[in-house]
């Protein structure tokens, strides 16, 4: 896991000159890694990941991946390796039928009608939606339109899958179906960057975190350290998951990231 795979050099990015969103972002993404990407509202978030596949270009700067500079190369070659999914999944969907949706980037690829045909059923079978390929998209649920939605982009066969808010709007029961089978993709060797909100799916589920505000980078690590770092997340407008504040309030060290982290913790101070 210690080749890069993406990799921002003093990236800036500004649609009006005098407001950057971005700021000399320096990012190595790594093959294998699992990064949430977290911030207040406005911090860059989204700015950045789009950057990952080549949908925004550098002002100044330049992005690469796998070595290739993204403003010479087009986003439909780089949605070969990296694959965006939208907050809003019904921004991607406007197919027919659950299987044509995901047909249709495979065979903007050009791919023969036996592959694309493959890719379907492999990419629905790996969400739980191979038996409703034939249904329409638009009357099943958001969690459901979620899974079609990475459906569509595993059947791209990326290596990296960057996620916008996977979770929003999903009740607990969607919530941990979906993060069980991101879990199971990276698990699988996809690389995955995750913007979210919940604190407790990054402490759970992130093996890396990036923390940014005001188009900076303001803290880089693994969850642990970077729910340490009380003033940095301050600045950015993020507070810790409930378990590491009770655990800070304790002066517990190394912070807890998980209920069950602090139960054995404090069963350990308490004997």
Do not use: W
């Not at 070595?67 to 390796?81: K, M, N, P, Q, Y």
């Not at 402490?203 to 770092?229: M, N, S």
Request: charged share 25%; net charge negative.
């Amino acid at each position: 896991m210690s080749d890069s795979i993406i990799r921002f050099e003093k990236v800036s990015f500004h649609y009006k000159a005098e407001q950057p969103v971005l700021k000399q972002i320096d990012l190595s993404i790594r093959s294998g890694e699992f990064i949430a990407l977290i911030g207040g509202n406005g911090s860059g978030k989204t700015t950045l990941a789009k950057h990952c596949n080549g949908l925004y270009k550098p002002t100044d700067g330049a992005v690469y991946v796998e070595g290739r500079d993204t403003r010479e190369v087009s986003v439909a070659e780089l949605s070969r390796i990296v694959s965006y999914c939208y907050q809003n999944p019904d921004h991607q969907i406007f197919q027919s039928t659950i299987g044509e949706e995901v047909a249709f980037g495979p065979s903007n690829l050009g791919l023969a009608k036996a592959e694309i045909e493959e890719r379907v059923t492999q990419a629905l079978e790996a969400v739980g939606l191979l038996p409703y390929r034939e249904e329409e998209p638009y009357f099943v649920s958001k969690g459901t339109r979620q899974k079609i939605a990475v459906a569509s982009i595993l059947a791209m066969k990326p290596r990296v899958i960057v996620l916008d808010e996977p979770t929003t709007g999903l009740d607990h029961r969607g919530v941990m179906e979906m993060m069980a089978l991101i879990q199971s993709l990276h698990r699988q060797g996809h690389t995955i960057l995750a913007i979210t909100h919940d604190m407790r799916l990054v402490a759970e589920y992130a093996q890396r975190v990036l923390v940014l505000h005001k188009g900076e980078i303001v803290c880089d690590g693994e969850p642990r350290h970077v729910f340490a770092q009380t003033n940095a997340l301050s600045l950015a407008q993020v507070e810790p998951p409930a378990v590491s504040r009770f655990a800070q309030a304790l002066g517990l060290t190394p912070l807890p990231l998980t209920l069950a982290e602090l139960q054995d913790r404090l069963v350990k101070e308490l004997t």
